[in-house]
């Protein structure tokens, strides 16, 4: 082979071997490629789930930062069991009607250091407690349980102010269709005149008062009065003023009759009730929609105090 044939040999293994070298770097860069894709993918699609199914760990739940909702929801835990996001989560965040709420596994109640009042059950929906961030009342008692709480608390007015007797009486608020013949015969002349159903339906009603649930206390009496621990009526100003008087210099007051108004210590907002109305119902409990009529009927209400000393 002459020394031309042989310089052209070697060029063309040159040319071959780089060739090669840029096909083996290209099918690395490829294959790097396609992994990046991949993982990128893998990332996207676990980031939407976590997106959708928003669950919460044991790691977030105990963090300083974290805020617990106003609304807990107990589920089962097998209603995500098998979806990869959700594996060794306590539960997961949502929101129903514009409110946070947190669904809890059931198996995770005890660990969680909530106080779950009645008695903790699945599908059980628990509001927060008024003065207690970590005790939740079931959505069906939350209004019974504030108004016993507080005849309990006027109770225990009543026996640090050394009080004989005590007597707490509710007074509500209902309201009268006052001119139901009226109405019938409205109804009757609109459908002859062809009036408007509004003109057809309307009525006058007037409000009343009627009484229930009173409840009669006995005490051996003290003519040293201690300070009472309030929650209910730490803002009322009959409460305060009673007080105030027990612990004057003079102490010669013997009776005293107080109209508490519902307003003064009520269990919540009825903006609040509206709110948690609209939640509960998006959950798809239509017949628990309750907090709004309650929230009405408390500010309308009164509590009648008769204190003897």
Partial sequence: MSDNEKKTSDKFANFLSKASDVGKKAAVGIQKGAHVVSEQTKKTIHEQKMKKYNPLFPKQYKS?????????KIVDDAERRGIDVCEGAIGWLGKEGGIEVLYLYDEWVEQSGLNFVNTPMCNTVYIVDRFDKKKFIATDCVFEKAHAEKIAELEHIAYYLGAKSCTVELAESVSEVTEAYKRQEMGVAAK???????????????????RSGKTVTYFEGNKEPRHPTLKWFAQDDN??????????????????????????????AQSVACELDAAIKSMGYKTSVIFEKKASKEHSSKLIYDIEF
């Fill in 64 to 72: 300083k930062d974290f805020h617990l909702p106003n609304m807990i």
């Fill in 192 to 210: 002859k005149a062809n009036i408007s159903e509004r003109a057809e339906q309307s009525a006058s009603h007037s409000s009343s008062n009627y």
């Fill in 239 to 268: 409460i305060k003023n009673l007080i105030e008087m027990r612990f004057s210099s003079n102490n010669v007051m013997k009776t005293r009759t107080l109209i508490l108004e519902g307003a003064s210590s009520a269990t919540m």
